[in-house]
């Protein structure tokens, strides 16, 4: 699963993606915009969609992915 966001300022308005790809090849994805926030919860938020929309899909376990600018956050809360 990778997931993103993105915000038009900081805070400003925002919109996520996430996409999911099987082992087997299929791929599936979402995007939406979310209320307007900071760029790091928003990058929390496609997370906790991701998962939803994965677990809702059936998945059980698997990964994910961010980019780069948010593993900071990602490492100290975990």
Do not use: Q
């Not at 996520?16 to 599936?28: M, Q």
């Amino acid at each position: 699963m990778y997931v993103d966001a993105a915000c038009a300022g900081d805070p400003g308005a925002c919109g996520i993606g996430v996409f999911l790809k099987h082992p087997s090849g299929e791929v599936e994805r979402i995007s939406k915009r979310i209320t307007s926030t900071h760029i790091h919860a928003a990058e929390f938020v496609a997370l906790k969609e991701g998962i939803a929309f994965a677990h809702a899909k059936g998945y059980r376990e698997g990964r994910f992915f961010y980019r780069f600018p948010t593993c900071g956050p990602i490492r100290e809360y975990w």
